[in-house]
């Protein structure tokens, strides 16, 4: 970050303690909350009656701007990609960390569920220099 630059959120790694701050360039982030039913139907019945069954997870939805001159886009990308679940772990079962998603007082316990990476502009030796990071992440507690 710029100097004299506010910092405005965090994302951190809850397992290994690593910290990234971010001034946060759109003005808004998503938040969503559902519950699901069960549809139950007889014979004779003009339309289904609806019972309740569970609450779903409050999901969270953002977008971050990276952006270096000096090639440090790359790993800003691998701190991101460091919170999903390892690709190939054999047969060993490694959940993925927990992160502590910041942002002014709105401040939630989470794992990423989905992480998207747009690369938009690159460095002479192919660095990434301008990426955009579309983050999910399910509220755990």
Do not use: W
């Amino acid at each position: 970050m710029g100097r004299g630059a506010r910092t405005k959120g965090y994302i951190k790694n809850l397992d290994t303690g690593t910290l990234r701050q971010f001034l946060y360039n759109p003005s808004s982030f998503q938040t969503a909350r559902g519950a699901s039913f069960s549809e139950l139907t007889a014979p004779g019945m003009s339309y289904p009656k609806y019972q309740y069954v569970s609450g779903e997870a409050k999901g969270l939805s953002v977008q971050l701007f990276l952006y270096s001159n000096v090639g440090r886009v790359s790993r800003e990308i691998d701190f991101l990609e460091g919170l999903l679940p390892v690709e190939d772990s054999g047969f060993e079962f490694n959940p993925p960390p927990q992160v502590l998603f910041g942002f002014g007082n709105f401040i939630q316990k989470c794992i990423v569920d989905n992480l998207n990476i747009e690369y938009i502009e690159f460095h002479e030796n192919l660095e990434p220099k301008i990426a955009v990071a579309s983050i999910s992440f399910k509220v755990v507690g």
